[in-house]
């Protein structure tokens, strides 16, 4: 077989991903495009997980990279997902964003470069780090549920209560 496995393990030097614009236009939707290559942002409340409380881990979007744990998401009141602490510090990139007359620090992926949205020195101890970041920039993989006491059968479950 040639199945290529990639191991999940931490590797120290992060592979780049690089695409062109037109490649990034291709395969993202169009609020993804925007937030991730265009360093929007999506409005306050509206994201898929701002208000998540499901345990997981929160993949880049745009390459899937692993980026933030659930273990470190709290409800900062703002609308965003919001963590005090990314996955590895390795994960993500930070730079000075000066943009709509305010100073802040940029946060993005360090494998593909997307925008993930800003930190600020408000958060939470104990990093009292709040990384602010655009639900459309990440990726929910939920941790499989594995408090089930010995049932058998391979977790069927009836209806899917998941909006999109
Ligand atoms: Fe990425």
Same mark, same amino acid.
């Given at each position: ?18 695409? &062109? @614009?037109?490649?990034?236009?291709? =395969? ?7 937030? #991730?290559?265009? $360093? ?55 730079? &000075? @964003?000066?943009?709509?007359?305010? =100073? ?7 494998? #593909?470069?997307? $925008? ?49």
């Amino acid at each position: 077989m040639t199945s290529k496995t990639q191991p999940q393990a931490e590797s120290p030097e992060v592979e780049k991903v690089e695409k &062109t @614009d037109a490649e990034w236009r291709e =395969t993202l939707s169009d609020d993804q495009y925007r937030v #991730c290559r265009k $360093h929007g942002t999506e409005p306050a409340f509206t994201g898929a997980y701002w208000n998540t409380k499901t345990s997981g881990t929160y993949l880049c979007a745009c390459c899937g990279q692993a980026l933030f744990s659930s273990d470190t998401k709290y409800d900062s009141g703002s609308g965003w997902p919001s963590f005090w602490q990314p996955l590895d510090a390795a994960a993500v990139g930070t730079q &000075t @964003d000066r943009s709509f007359m305010m =100073t802040r620090t940029e946060v993005h992926c360090s494998r #593909c470069g997307a $925008h993930l949205g800003h930190v600020f020195p408000d958060g939470p101890q104990p990093t009292g780090d709040r990384y602010c970041i655009n639900s459309v920039s990440l990726h929910l993989e939920p941790v499989p549920d594995l408090r089930a006491d010995g049932e058998t059968g391979g977790g069927k479950k009836a209806g899917e209560a998941k909006g999109s």
